[in-house]
């Protein structure tokens, strides 16, 4: 199982627009982007990188409503995601 320190938030940025990446806890943001994309995309190499694939990435939508995930590499089960 993930330790917290290895999940990821994307979240929507109230203030500034756009998107962050988060950890749990943490008021300042590692990254910021414009678009939710991007922010994924840099969620999932901190992931890969810094939790050597063992957390999670975690995406809100717009709304504030956690809305996905998305499993590290070293965190995936063989069965297919059906969402």
Do not use: C, L
Not at 26 to 35: G, L, V, W, Y
Not at 51 to 56: A, K, S, V
Request: aromatic share 4%; no cysteine; proline share 1%.
């Amino acid at each position: 199982m993930a330790n917290n320190d290895e999940d990821r938030y994307v979240v929507p940025n109230k203030e500034r627009g756009g998107w962050d990446v988060v950890k749990e806890g943490h008021e300042r943001a590692s990254a910021h982007f414009d678009t939710q994309a991007e922010a994924i995309a840099r969620a999932r190499e901190i992931v890969e990188n810094s939790g050597d694939g063992r957390g999670e990435v975690r995406i809100q939508g717009a709304n504030g409503q956690f809305r996905d995930s998305d499993s590290g590499s070293k965190n995936e089960t063989r069965a297919k995601d059906t969402r």
